[in-house]
């Protein structure tokens, strides 16, 4: 089925709407503009192999200046057969490293940022390692798609190399998963991530990283065959230079360097390499069969020397599938990414409005699927008019009202798929879509949760496991946005965009909603019927009736009359 898109013309600005009258509770709007930077900050990047963490002081012009840095090499996918289950063992490793990590992150008073990849992405044990980070180590960690991965892995490579405004093919290989992408200008043109990872590998090909008879040739076949459509879909994208970073890189790059019998560079940052020496220094691994034995080559990072084989055979055909013949060396990858993605969050530009990046991805799969978009747009704008007037009696604040943004921009992207049960299809697009960019795994959810109750029955921890899945906190957050959204769509019956503004006035056991047109808007009275038959949840949450009234209606003119 092809994707339907409509013309949209010019998108509306969502920066400035949001408009509201609030007379019990003038200041109830959350705070607009920037939060105080604070003086470092701490980006935890959980992998399949090794945990990362930076330590930064946050620069005055936007930028960081590093402090400190932690590794661990943990293994958390070290479990026998495709990383479905993290063992007990790679468990226990992992939180005491977080714990670690913690404990150095509070001796700087820097608030920590962790996300986890492919391991734990795919792990049906996830929940246990996510419980387990938060209770005994203090970390919350967020899980991030492999499209969200490629994104900071990007933002954090603009930072090491001058390539902003070239045409760039990316190539990172981890111990899990591999992600390739195409950008320009700070825009993912193309992204994919495989599950190809020198962990993954060395498990399949090299148990316990050695080889035997024919097994190089076995992966590269397999790996070669797992990136062909990748190879097909990238063909006709331009590509002026082509990057690599992660672990798995730079220790090849060393190994190249030691093969030059030149001296290697102080730093590796935009060092470059051939496809032929990396494939000469798959050759070179493969002649060793043990690991202990490999460890003695010069170069080599001795930590690696067991699964290093496996990353190079990815790197090297991922290079050939993207048809580079050289690749410059990024030091800058996934956690520095994360470090600048904090950075833009606490600084501004999300704040009150849905950031540049995450806006343009939520309105482009709105474009994709809703054939009515300015219906959704009108939702979108009414919704946070409410949002502000209510937000302090519902618990709700910024981070909140641009998740609730998303959520009405993106409620109806389910009518791609079938008018039937729409607001089902909507939570199944939203969690499974490529498309939304710079929201965490956990915000994609709530996202689609919000999408998924804008219509028929309530949330509900009996009836809907998804939901039922959700902490208690999140739940309430839930059931708070869910009951605006379902309120502002009543107040669009027509899809014809008639109101305009919404007044809010708290009056003792009652919120009274009085809807305003414009001087030329027909009587709005099928707006009001709507919007007061859908007010249920959202008047159990208030603990307060909802009263919807317009000026034209009979309870207004008696207002004012008294």
């Known amino acids: 089925m092809p994707l339907r898109s ?161 045409h760039l093919a990316l190539i990172d290989v981890g111990g899990g998963s591999t992600e390739i992408l195409f950008g320009y200008k700070g825009s993912v043109s193309y992204g994919r991530s495989v599950k190809l990872g020198s962990l993954r590998m060395t498990n399949r090909f090299f148990p316990g990283g050695a080889v035997h008879g024919n097994a190089v040739e076995e992966c590269r076949d397999y790996v070669r065959g797992r990136l062909a459509p990748l190879a097909h879909e990238v063909a006709q994208l331009s590509q002026e230079v082509a990057i690599a970073s992660s672990g798995t890189a730079e220790a090849i790059a060393t190994m190249i360097f030691a093969r030059r019998a030149e001296q290697a560079p102080q730093q590796l940052n935009a060092s470059k390499v051939t496809i032929q020496e990396i494939s000469e220094i798959v050759d070179l691994l493969a002649s060793v069969e043990s690991p202990e034995e490999r460890r003695k080559l010069d170069g080599i990072d001795a930590a690696r020397a067991d699964i290093l084989i496996g990353g190079a055979i990815v790197l090297e055909q991922a290079c050939m599938a993207i048809g580079a013949t050289e690749i410059v060396i990024s ?15 606490i600084g501004g530009g999300t704040l009150h409005h849905l950031s540049d990046l995450r806006r343009t991805s939520v309105f482009h799969l709105m474009e994709l699927c809703d054939d009515d978009p300015e219906h959704s747009v009108q939702v979108a704008r009414l919704s946070l008019q409410l949002h502000d007037a209510l937000a302090a009696d519902l618990g709700l604040g910024d981070e909140e009202r641009e998740l609730l943004e998303a959520a009405a921009l993106l409620s109806n992207v ?18 499974n879509s490529e498309h939304l960019m710079g929201f965490t795994d956990q915000e994609i959810e709530l996202i689609a949760q919000v999408a998924r109750y804008h219509r028929k ?27 605006i959204l379902r309120v502002a769509i009543g107040f669009d019956r027509n899809h014809d965009g008639a109101v305009e503004s919404v007044q809010v006035d708290h009056l003792g056991d009652h ?39 317009t000026p034209e209606s009979p309870e207004h003119r008696a207002s004012k009359q008294n």
């Open 414 to 431: 389910g009518l791609f798929i079938a008018h039937s049960g729409h607001h089902k299809h909507s939570y199944y697009v939203i969690r």
């Open 511 to 549: 919120v009274l909603m009085t809807l305003h047109g414009s001087e030329d808007t027909a009587e709005l009275g099928l707006e009001q019927y709507s919007a007061s038959s859908r007010s249920g949840l959202l008047a159990e949450r208030l603990g307060k009736a909802i009263v919807v009234q």
């Open 331 to 345: 030091e800058f990858a996934l956690r520095e990414g994360v470090l600048l993605d904090a950075l833009h969050r």
């Open 6 to 166: 409509p013309n949209l013309g010019e998108r509306p600005d969502l920066g400035s709407i949001g408009s509201v009258t609030s007379t019990a509770h003038p200041g109830s709007h959350p705070s607009a503009g920037p939060r105080p930077l604070p003086g470092a900050l701490a980006a935890i990047d959980i992998g399949t192999n090794s945990i990362h963490m930076l330590i930064a002081r946050v620069a005055s012009n936007g930028r960081f200046e590093v402090i400190t840095k932690q590794k661990e090499m943990v293994r958390l996918g070290s479990g026998r057969g495709e990383m479905k289950l993290l063992e007990p063992a790679a468990i226990d490793r992992g939180v005491a490293a977080l714990a670690r990590c913690r404990s150095l992150a509070d001796s700087f008073e820097a608030p920590v940022y962790a996300v986890a990849t492919s391991a734990v992405r795919e792990a049906l044990n996830a929940e246990e390692f996510l419980e387990r980070a938060l209770q005994e180590a203090g970390v919350e960690v967020q899980i991030i798609s492999g499209f969200e991965e490629a994104r900071l892995i990007l933002l954090g490579v603009l930072q090491a190399l001058p390539v902003f405004d070239k």
């Open 457 to 483: 029955s309530p949330p509900s921890v009996d009836k809907h496991a998804e939901f039922a899945g959700l902490s208690e906190a999140d739940q309430l957050r839930v059931r708070s946005m869910a009951a």
